[in-house]
Each structure stands twice: as structure tokens, then as C-alpha cells.
T-cell receptor, first 110, second 118 residues
């Protein structure tokens, strides 16, 4: 089945050590999103790609970066993770009206 | 800016009973979409139901239906014949109609945690 796959499901990183989360899709959707979801809170959009065009949300910290080398893959880079960055990170894709979410990566910062 | 408000942090329902989750939103747009998503613990966000703002008829998907009141900016979700598997976090979300060649983000409410009691 076509889907959005996030790896890994669980990631533990050290305070200040760069970490990369990955997302891949087989849907051939042109838009890919990264959301941050902290415990018991709504998902918050960090940024998205429309094809190769990168769109950053105004309040997304500089610590968060993203890369999209091709249609299928999108990466979230956290340059210096802090304790406050511990969260579930959701990748989603869309083409027209429908969104498809991945299962998320739960990031723990120690 | 668009906002979505879910005023019920938690709800509970007895198995086989009916429950209604509330959602209100604020927008100056006339063309948009509204969604209800289900997120079981540590699992994927799944679309439950979708409503186009230009459609007056309320959307229905099996046991799930909505009451869409555009003038009141209200979008409630009714779950009939509740099942144990319905237990999850439910998010109401809004998306502006897509502009030509553009993309539009989902704006989520804070969610309602639904418990289904056997």
C-alpha cells in the first residue's frame, strides 16, 4: 500500500548532539510537512515543502532544518537538540485535499 | 489567523452509546475544509471524516457524522454505537482551500481524549 514511512519510530539523542529524522513516501505527493507534537498538545507545523520550495513557519526555531533531496524523501535535522525538543515528530504529505500522516518518530533528549 | 478550539479536553462514553465532540473555529475565509482526525496512543493520525465548507450537507462515514454549522463556525463530531476501538485522541482541524499552485497547512485544535467504557 502507498504510504508515508517515518524512521526510526523511537529516537534517543544526547543534549546538543545533532539528530536527523527521516520520512519517505510512495504516494508521489508534491507537498511534504513536518509537524512537532508535544505531549497532550496539538501538532504544530514546523515547515513544509511544495515540490522543492521550502516554506518555514515564522516561529520555527533556527535549530530545526529540513532537506528534501527528491520527491520521495524528506529529512528533519535538529542541529543542537535541547530538552524542550523532546516530542513526537509527524511527517505528512498532501496533493489536493487529502493528507496522509506517517506513524511519527518519538524523540527523547537525554 | 485561523484558530480551532476544542473545549472538551476529555470525554467518556459507554460502549454502544453515542457521544458528540465539539469544535469551533474562526476564519474570515469562505472556502475551506474541516477535518476530524483520530490518533490512538502512539499510533498514526488517521482521517475520520472531512467536510467541504461549500457543501451544506453534513458528511457521514458509517458510525461517524458531523454537524456543520457554517454561520456559527461549529463542526461537531458524533460517534454512534461507540466501540472500544474508538478510544483515542480526536483532533479537529481546519485547512483553507488551496490556492492555485500553493499548499495549505492544517490548523489543529488541542484535541479531545475519548475514553470508551465497556
Amino acid at each position: 500500500d502507498a504510504m508515508v514511512i517515518q524512521n526510526p519510530r523511537y529516537q534517543v539523542t544526547q543534549f546538543g548532539k545533532p539528530v536527523t529524522l527521516s520520512c519517505s513516501q510512495t504516494l508521489n505527493h508534491n507537498v511534504m510537512y513536518w509537524y512537532q507534537q508535544k505531549s497532550s498538545q496539538a501538532p504544530k507545523l514546523l515547515f513544509h515543502y511544495y515540490d522543492k520550495d521550502f516554506n518555514n513557519e515564522a516561529d520555527t526555531p533556527d535549530n530545526f532544518q529540513s532537506r528534501r533531496p527528491n520527491t520521495s524523501f524528506c529529512f528533519l535535522d535538529i542541529r543542537s537538540p535541547g530538552l524542550g525538543d523532546a516530542a513526537m515528530y509527524l511527517c505528512a504529505t498532501s496533493r489536493r485535499d487529502g493528507y496522509t500522516f506517517g506513524s511519527g518518530t518519538r524523540l527523547t533528549v537525554v | 489567523a485561523q484558530t480551532v478550539t476544542q473545549s472538551q479536553p476529555e470525554m467518556s462514553v459507554q460502549e454502544a452509546e453515542t457521544v458528540t465532540l465539539s469544535c469551533t473555529y474562526d476564519t474570515s475565509e469562505s472556502d475551506y475544509y474541516l477535518f476530524w482526525y483520530k490518533q490512538p496512543p502512539s499510533r498514526q493520525m488517521i482521517l475520520v471524516i472531512r467536510q467541504e465548507a461549500y457543501k451544506q450537507q453534513n458528511a457521514t462515514e458509517n458510525r461517524f457524522s458531523v454537524n456543520f454549522q457554517k454561520a456559527a463556525k461549529s463542526f461537531s463530531l458524533k460517534i454512534s454505537d461507540s466501540q472500544l476501538g474508538d478510544a483515542a485522541m480526536y483532533f479537529c482541524a481546519y485547512r483553507r482551500a488551496r490556492r492555485e499552485g500553493g499548499s495549505e497547512k492544517l490548523v489543529f485544535g488541542k484535541g479531545t481524549k475519548l475514553t470508551v467504557n465497556p
